[in-house]
């Protein structure tokens, strides 16, 4: 079976940087035509997709959040990495990580196949 496990600060002080991992077992983060994904639940509003490494290694961006996220894997230990700078009390989230075919990710409401159990992420001083 496919799992997805987020680990990273479940803390993290404003104008600081998030980086947060996620680690695939049971599939290979090079498998053709893959996405992994990252996406947000905010309390009190809708999910947020924050951006993808494909498997070849390119990055995808959220436009609203492009200046402040970077992307990234490491092959040999199967993770991929999200980076967000400068955060604020307002990035207080669950973070999810997730993994789409390409059919799903290039669908209209870009769906997953898989999901993390999500983590949870405060901003506080």
């Known amino acids: 079976q496919v799992t997805l496990q987020e680990s990273g600060p479940g803390l993290v002080k404003p104008s600081q940087t998030l980086s947060l991992t996620c680690t695939v077992s049971?599939?290979?983060?090079?498998?053709?035509?893959?996405?992994w994904a990252w996406i947000r639940q905010i309390p009190g509003k809708e999910p947020e997709y924050m951006g993808a490494?494909?498997?070849?290694?390119?990055?995808y961006f959220n436009p609203r959040l492009k200046t402040r996220t970077s992307f990234s894997r490491d092959t040999s230990k199967n993770q991929f990495t999200l980076q967000l700078r400068s955060v604020t009390p307002e990035d207080t989230a669950v973070y999810y990580c997730?993994?789409?075919?390409?059919?799903?990710?290039?669908?209209?409401?870009?769906?997953?196949?898989?999901w993390g159990q999500g983590t949870q992420v405060t901003v506080s001083s």
């Open positions: 997730a993994g789409a075919s390409d059919a799903k990710f290039w669908s209209p409401r870009r769906e997953y196949d898989y």
């Open positions: 049971g599939a290979s983060i090079t498998m053709k035509e893959y996405y």
């Open positions: 490494i494909s498997f070849s290694g390119n990055p």
